[in-house]
């Protein structure tokens, strides 16, 4: 490491400044600050975080709302190539398009938190699994017998499923959450960041 150079610094290249740089708009002391800040998350000998380091991480960035299931499904779509592990670079474009980027990008991202199979749709017990975490979010755990899951579940395999074949294609899921305000902001994980 060259004189002046910390250890975030020399480990973060041209290339990857540029593609980040390129994606997120972030300059590059920013990058530097969200890296430095990333790493102090990881093991000495690694520069990804697993999925309880970035669950920690994840509810360090959003002290005010209880993300402590959401967590671990945006882990899932913050894993672009499926490793089992958030490197930087996943992390940093990923934190941007949830939070920064237009709202069809959060859109997509948020789709692949209800994707847990990684089959590109999503089926009734996926929106259940997560639909859990979302009603402990926006504090609707505590009121089961008004607002039962299995019926939210339904409504949205009514509204979103347009072709009836028991799934939701992430453009049925789009273009149903940018028509539709209330099942946006019951559905979208990122709609308050």
């Not at 708009?25 to 920013?30: G, L, P, Q, Y």
């Not at 948020?110 to 402990?136: G, Q």
């Not at 049925?172 to 209330?182: H, M, Q, S, V």
Request: proline share 3%; charged share 30%.
């Amino acid at each position: 490491m060259g004189a002046g150079q910390s250890k975030g610094d020399a480990i973060l290249n041209e290339s990857t400044y540029d593609v980040i740089t390129k994606y997120t708009k972030f300059k590059r002391n920013d990058i530097l600050a969200w890296h430095e800040r990333f790493l102090q998350q990881c093991p000495d000998d690694t520069q990804t975080m697993n999925k309880e380091q970035f669950c920690k991480f994840y509810r360090e960035l959003r002290p005010q709302e209880n993300v402590n299931r959401l967590s671990e499904c945006v882990f899932r779509a913050f894993d672009l190539n499926g490793d089992h592990g958030v490197s930087f670079t996943e992390f940093l474009m990923a934190f941007f398009a949830t939070t920064e980027a237009p709202l069809e990008q959060k859109l997509r991202y948020a789709f692949n938190v209800y994707d847990i199979d990684h089959n590109s749709s999503i089926d009734r017990n996926e929106i259940l699994l997560v639909l859990r975490s979302m009603f402990e979010l926006l504090g609707m755990d505590a009121k089961p017998d008004k607002y039962s899951y299995e019926m939210c579940a339904d409504n949205i395999m009514k509204n979103l499923d347009v072709n009836s074949d028991e799934r939701i294609s992430k453009e049925e899921f789009i273009e149903g959450l940018k028509n539709d305000p209330f099942l946006r902001s019951l559905m979208n994980p990122f709609q308050h960041i």
